[in-house]
């Protein structure tokens, strides 16, 4: 930015993925040397939360914030599309990603067919699936409150139907 004084607007890329301190940053550039910088980047995760502490910094750091639309990538849909959707191809068959899958995982920009390895696309509210969302704050939250109150029978419970008979637990 120093060495281009005289370039006023700046284009960060999927500035989501830099540190923190990049909101600083700019914003300290914005005030004083007057450049204007525009963010094309992911605003919410695969989640539907916000993509991290730098993507909630940049917002809070700036003046306007314009959402963009993509469309469903749904083979029946066309419909406009805010989310990420993270899937994997299992046996030639599109399985959602759980919401306790890690929250970044390199890669994307192509389809792999590889279980294995995620896939993303845009999708619209209706066609963004998510399992174990409420799962997670309404079954395992309670079970970790009171495994951490020294009632952990229940949580242990609860772990092994996951990992011997996933029909018999509560997702």
């Known amino acids: 930015l120093a060495k281009h004084p005289t370039v006023g607007t700046w284009i960060i890329d999927e500035a989501e993925f830099f540190d923190e301190r990049i909101a600083y940053v700019i914003s300290r ?12 980047m992911l605003i919410l ?4 939360d916000l993509f991290n502490r730098t993507a909630r910094l940049i917002m809070e750091q700036s003046t306007d914030v314009f959402p963009l639309t993509a469309y469903c990538d749904h083979p029946d849909c066309i419909a406009d599309s805010y989310y990420t959707y ?10 959602p990603a759980l919401y306790f899958d890690p929250l970044i995982i390199v890669g994307g920009d192509k389809r792999t067919g590889d279980s294995k390895i995620p896939n993303y696309s845009t999708r619209c509210d209706q066609h963004h699936y998510l399992p174990g969302k409420e ?8 079970l970790g409150e009171q495994a951490y109150g020294g009632n952990i029978k ?18």
């Not at 995760?45 to 539907?48: I, S």
């Not at 229940?154 to 997702?171: A, F, T, V, W």
């Open 86 to 95: 993270r899937y994997y191809d299992v046996d030639g068959a599109e399985c």
């Open 154 to 171: 229940p949580l242990l419970k609860e772990l092994k139907m996951l990992k011997g008979n996933i029909k018999q637990s509560e997702l």
């Open 45 to 48: 995760n695969f989640r539907k």
């Open 135 to 142: 799962y997670t704050f309404m079954i395992l939250k309670p």
């Open 29 to 40: 550039y914005a005030r004083q040397q007057s450049f204007n910088f525009i963010f094309p």
